[in-house]
């Protein structure tokens, strides 16, 4: 495959490897945090951790957008699904996310109209198809799906289509980042930044992290190369003293991101106060919610929802996954109570998920965080 | 020894049909301990009979529910011949007979069964296998979406033909008799879902003269699938569990269109988990791998067949894939439900 095989070649791996060790201080663990679940993907996928210096430990961080999603608000996509007039429609990794009531996709069984769409343009066509039904989307996401969502929103408007809305769990990457850089015991040497929310809100983002926490940035394309390349610029700013956020996904990501993208969001949405975070707690200013001249599009305006707030289960640890306190094995119920097919925990439910990557693609030689 | 799974859900989810972990806990959880029988137990592609003669029969059963029913490169009524031919050639039998059942909705056209029928007969009479009983059912409308079809099949098997997980050994080589995917991937795609144009046909076909070509090998075959749902991982997965050795894959082995990796690549699939209707996987002696590949490409369904990985002395019994970067990797069975309803 032409543009992809490219960042795949095995050849130029074995290259970077060779970089990576002589960069490595024998002996001296450096824990990079890859803060995107799509890198956490990629990494697995390929097998990267054979390939580099037993010196480097990648942490997986709190970017994936399924991972995140509390438990109380599964439950009220379920209540809005469960309402006959709805056509409830979610991205196809939600289905399997279980709530405190079971999941989407249990939900469905039961007679709830749940479809699975690849954008919140195929949700607003239902609408456009299904006139005497109510369709309502269940947005989620980073700033990477907040702009699609917008649109959507925007186009909903222009065209008065009034049986659409959307139920928007959308988050902000930068409030968790923050909070895992605050939680004490934290030990990482550098993030490697996630490339898509950053084509939308720039490299200026993450200056707070090399600023005022001194540590290094680089921000990230997805094929394991590009991992391995960010990694090596990594170790390199580490080995030189060096703390400055830089950017190895230059052929799509520029410093200011995509102000157009950026506008539709400040249109259409604004910071909630606070928002919980599945593992994490609660966030101030961490997440979107519809403006008020957007409420007739609202699907938490539009219908009574029961915002039950649910603990996570105890036995979860996806909290201390998420902050790369413990290593996804290491949690008590991972692999046991805690599966792919039977998940306990959010973790365990994308592919992009740490806990569902390790499981999948898990490596044999376990080292401990 | 494996646990057999089980089955903890409160109802059916569409999952449980998808051929992965759910399918396995709904039939080893539920079928299984309500119909076990000797028989039945090996769960391979069909049951070996034998008879007062001394023969062998292998017979086998698949239902099909492919929406839409028509995609390109094939149709419901072709399927349905293909798949269950193919279940008996995995087996290494002739196919003797197939039955048909058809569970038509009312208000259905009888121009586009016609068609769907004509169909079955040309895929029948490539596979050289009648059609010998058939059974037909009309249910209300909007009961069953167009049409189901279930066939059965019956087929001899030659009294030389040892074939089964128990045979495998660490050094066997597993072959692929084409590329992976096609078939998911095209009825996916027929859906008009997506939005995505993609030039993309099934691979239904019968894979039965593939098979015999293979059987000539004589002991050095020693199992057969076919790949359907679930993907060539989840079958790897079962002979891995079967056999109790690992599998080891090599990533830059395995063929997969340039399409179908690229639409794989959009859409977050892995072209191991996507289902093939006329593909078969097969293991081989290390010392005949090269004639098995070759008897492959031979023939026309067989051209794009590659050596795609080993047999390991490895109780774990996993999956493993050596990726073209030059990491390995755990290829787990299918989860969930990525393409539902594909046959």
Known sequence: ?369 | MRRRPRLRDELVTLAHGAGGKATRALVEGLFLEELGNPLLAPLSDSAVLSTNGGGRLAFTTDSYVVKPLVFPGGDIGELAVNGTVNDLAVVGAHPLALSAGFVIEEGFPVGELRRLAASMARAARTAGVPVAAGDTKVVERGKADGLYVTTAGVGFVASDVELGPERVRPGDRVLVSGTLGDHGLAVLIARGELDLEVDLESDTASVHELASALLELGGALRFMRDPTRGGLATTLNELAEAAGFSVALDETALPVRAEVAGACELLGIDPLYVANEGKLVAIVAPEAADAALAALRAHPLGRDAAIVGEVRDDPDALVLLETALGGTRIVDMLVGDPLPRIC
């Not at chain 1, 890198?39 to 037993?54: F, K, M």
Request: charge should be neutral; charged fraction near 25%.
């Open chain 1, 1 to 369: 495959m032409r543009f992809v095989d490219e960042f795949r070649s095995g050849e130029l791996a074995r290259k970077l490897r060779r970089e990576l060790e002589g960069l490595v201080e024998p002996g001296r663990t450096l824990k990079l945090m890859e803060v995107c679940g799509g890198h956490t993907h990629t990494i697995y996928r390929h097998g990267l951790e054979d390939l580099v210096p037993a010196e480097i430990d990648y942490v997986h961080g709190p970017g994936c957008p399924v991972c995140v999603i509390p438990m109380g608000r599964v439950d009220d996509a379920i209540a809005l699904a469960e309402r006959p007039e709805v056509i409830f429609t979610t991205f196809g990794d939600m289905m399997r996310v279980p709530g405190g009531r079971g999941s989407l996709l249990e939900a469905k069984a039961r007679g709830a109209d749940v479809r699975m769409v690849y954008s919140p343009l195929d949700a607003l066509e239902l609408a456009r198809r299904n006139p005497d039904r109510q369709v309502v989307f269940f947005a989620i996401g980073f700033e990477t799906t907040a702009p699609a969502t917008a649109v959507t929103l925007l186009r909903a408007r222009a065209e008065r289509i009034g049986n659409f809305s959307a139920f928007c769990n959308h988050v902000t990457i930068a409030p968790p980042l923050r909070a895992i850089l605050d939680s004490p015991g934290l030990r990482l040497d550098g993030f490697i930044a996630p490339g898509h929310v950053s084509t939308v809100i720039g490299t200026g983002a993450y200056q707070f992290i090399a600023r005022d926490y001194r540590k290094p940035v680089v921000v990230t394309a997805f094929e394991p190369i590009d991992i391995l390349h960010a990694t090596v610029m990594l170790v390199r700013q580490l080995r030189e003293g060096r703390c400055v956020v830089e950017n190895q996904y230059t052929r799509v990501v520029r410093p200011e991101g995509n102000p157009r993208a950026i506008a539709a969001i400040a249109e259409t949405m604004e910071l909630r106060d606070t928002f919980e975070w599945r593992g994490l707690g609660w966030i101030e200013s961490s997440a979107l919610r519809v403006r008020p001249a957007f409420a007739e599009w609202d699907a938490e305006v539009r219908f009574a929802l029961p915002g039950g707030r649910i603990e996570d289960p105890k036995a979860c640890q996806c909290g201390e996954v998420l902050i790369g306190a413990i290593k996804p094995w290491e949690c008590r119920v991972f692999g046991t109570a805690c599966t792919p097919e039977r998940p306990i925990g959010t973790c365990m439910v994308s592919s992009e998920g740490a806990c569902a990557a390790y499981y999948n693609y898990g490596r044999r030689n376990r080292v401990p965080a």
